[in-house]
């Protein structure tokens, strides 16, 4: 059944006519969908918060298409709702970085082109690409960063596990999602030892949920304490009176 968008843009002829000038070597995947639910999952990682984002979010667009160069990069097109002439190009987000290494990084945007795909091409790979490769390097940046922070430190106490409050947002929601607590002073976050396999198996999913954010666990046990209450006590001798020889 052909939809009443077919009528007001070609997206797909557009499309492929886009792909073969841009630089690269680029594959089109074009897709037309039923319900706005299967729209929002294919644009689920356009870089973009706003126009593109802004269309995408309040029009039932029917029809897109995805572009994929050789080294990964992605580029969603589509038709601007109530405007025949124009189409909207924006990147997509790289599936494979973890969202932390995302923070701080302004999105390269998308950008509205005419129907003329030439014309496109050329606004694409001169203004929405270099945009897209830099914001790209940036997340890359932090991301090379994420992975070489410092562990994530357990501490033994008794059959207890404890871990600093001082923690990133994220590394804390992970930590209380699997059952850490807050201490009694609030200065730490607290797993129990009551049940020690769950506490085991705790362990191991924290540590692959820290995994795909850069980061790993370390397990540990506190330091001894040194100082005059914890000196090795020395036994008392008593001065008694020697026995009497009769």
Request: proline share 7%; glycine share 8%.
């Amino acid at each position: 059944m052909r939809h009443q968008h077919d009528h007001d843009h070609d997206v797909e002829g557009f499309a492929t006519v886009l792909a073969g000038e841009l630089p690269g070597h680029w594959t089109v995947d074009y897709r037309e969908h039923a319900t706005r639910a299967e729209q929002m999952n294919r644009a689920g990682a356009v870089w973009d918060m706003d126009t593109v984002a802004d269309a995408i979010a309040r029009h039932p667009l029917g029809h897109d298409a995805i572009l994929t160069r050789d080294d990964g990069t992605r580029l969603y097109v589509t038709g601007r709702p109530r405007h025949e002439e124009q189409f909207l190009v924006a990147a997509l987000a790289p599936a494979s970085i973890s969202a932390e290494a995302f923070r701080g990084v302004r999105e390269p945007g998308g950008i509205v082109v005419p129907a003329d795909p030439f014309a496109g091409a050329d606004a694409v790979a001169t203004g929405l690409l270099p945009r897209y490769e830099a914001a790209l390097a940036q997340v890359q940046d932090n991301a090379a960063r994420l992975t070489s922070r410092a562990p994530v430190t357990l501490t033994w106490v008794g059959p207890d596990l404890h871990a600093t409050a001082d923690v990133s947002e994220t590394v804390r929601t992970v930590l209380t999602e699997h059952g850490f607590a807050p201490s009694g002073t609030g200065h730490t976050l607290v797993l129990s030892g009551d049940d020690t396999a769950l506490q085991a198996q705790a362990v191991r999913a924290v540590g692959a949920v820290l995994a795909t954010h850069g980061t790993h666990l370390a397990l540990r046990h506190p330091a001894p304490r040194t100082g005059p209450d914890t000196a090795t006590a020395t036994p008392v001798r008593h001065n008694r009176p020697a026995a009497r020889v009769r």
